[in-house]
């Protein structure tokens, strides 16, 4: 017989939400951030470093100042997790040098509905089968009604795409399905992040190892870009908030490990998203993208992602009572 599952009320799932739709505005800051920085350096991958590294520098500090951090740092590396549940990092730099080449180009407010159509399906496919930390989600009309409302929304702001001399259709097109597969990324690093809470208790270190690995990652691809022929920045920009992406970054990540297991990767996807949509049509207004500012189809699309988090949020059976390791075993 099925274990009985929890009801979730509105106003257990609402402090949650609310975080995560918090460290979605921050991304959205972050993304406007580092696409200026790889504007002025020349480099989206050099940006994406530079706040990776910039994360980890303050992520080393907080972890050798904290005697909790370090014993489960400790614990972690006594329990010898498989090495691919450390490689979240990885993607979600992936994500960062996404953003730092597409923000400048057509703007936060799309990019980040270029994402919805990557971790919609995604988050329904984890949540059903149960691989985040939650366990399994099941599939209700509200939820799967929501992710067809944020596929809604994609279309939407695809249909409002027009041609200028700076930036083709063609061009605007390649990146929302960079966008798109970037989001599946975040998907997939949602549950890993979500497993290594499960296993180490302590939301800061598993920051601090995405970080890590994020910025091995792009410490590597930018030595193979320069060993290509790629040109080193020649001038640094001196505005001092171009830097600071990194250490915004790690609000970004510590929503999602501390919110996954309770919301699902559905709805913690959904909620990051209407966060970084708020945040960039506020960005773009101020500060308008090459492929324009922010018009009607951009605005209806983020109307109806809004709703789409509304829908996915609504309460219904929660996970399976028991531990949050529960739902298919992926192993050591």
């Known amino acids: 017989m099925a274990a009985p599952r929890a009801v979730v009320s509105p106003v257990a799932s609402a402090a949650p939400t609310a975080f995560a739709v918090a460290g979605g505005a ?8 580092n696409g200026g920085l790889g504007e002025r350096v020349g480099s989206p991958i050099v940006a994406a470093l530079v706040s990776f590294g910039g994360g980890l520098a303050v992520l080393v500090l907080v972890v050798a ?47 980040t509905v270029g994402v919805v159509a990557g971790q919609v399906g995604g988050g329904l ?36 795409i027009r041609v200028t001399p700076e930036v083709s259709a063609a061009t605007t097109l390649a990146l929302l399905l960079a966008s798109a597969a970037a989001g599946l990324g975040v998907t997939v690093q ?40 790629a040109r080193a920045p020649g001038r640094w920009p001196a505005e001092p908030w171009l830097y600071v992406g990194g250490p915004i970054g790690i609000v970004v990540v510590l929503a999602s490990v ?3 297991a309770r919301l699902g990767v559905l709805a913690l996807g ?14 773009d207004l101020l500060q308008p993208a090459r ?11 983020v109307l109806l992602t809004f709703v789409a988090v509304a829908l996915a949020s609504w309460p219904g059976r929660g996970p399976a009572a028991g531990p949050a390791t529960g739902g298919v075993t992926l192993g050591r």
């Not at 960062?96 to 057509?106: F, L």
């Not at 809470?197 to 800061?204: H, R, Y």
């Open 26 to 33: 921050a991304l959205a800051l972050q993304s406007r951030l």
């Open 125 to 160: 496919l984890v949540d059903r089968m149960g691989l985040g930390p939650g366990g399994r989600h099941a599939l209700t009309l509200p939820r799967v009604a929501g992710a067809g409302v944020a596929v809604l929304a994609v279309v939407t702001v695809r249909l409002g």
């Open 65 to 111: 100042l904290r005697e909790p951090l370090r014993r489960a740092l400790r614990a972690a590396a006594a329990a010898r997790q498989a090495w691919w549940r450390y490689i979240g990092g990885a993607l979600g730099a992936a994500l960062v040098a996404v953003a730092a080449a597409a923000v400048p180009v057509i703007g936060v407010a799309t990019f």
């Open 291 to 301: 492929a324009g500012g922010v018009d009607a189809a951009t605005l209806a699309g």
């Open 258 to 260: 501390v919110t996954v």
């Open 190 to 229: 949602q549950v890993l992040n979500g497993r290594l809470q499960a296993a180490t208790g302590q939301p800061l270190l598993v920051t601090a190892l995405n970080f890590l690995v994020g910025t091995s990652v792009l410490t590597l691809a930018t030595a193979v870009a320069f060993a290509a022929g």
């Open 270 to 283: 959904l909620a990051l998203i209407a966060g970084q949509l708020a945040g960039g049509i506020l960005l």
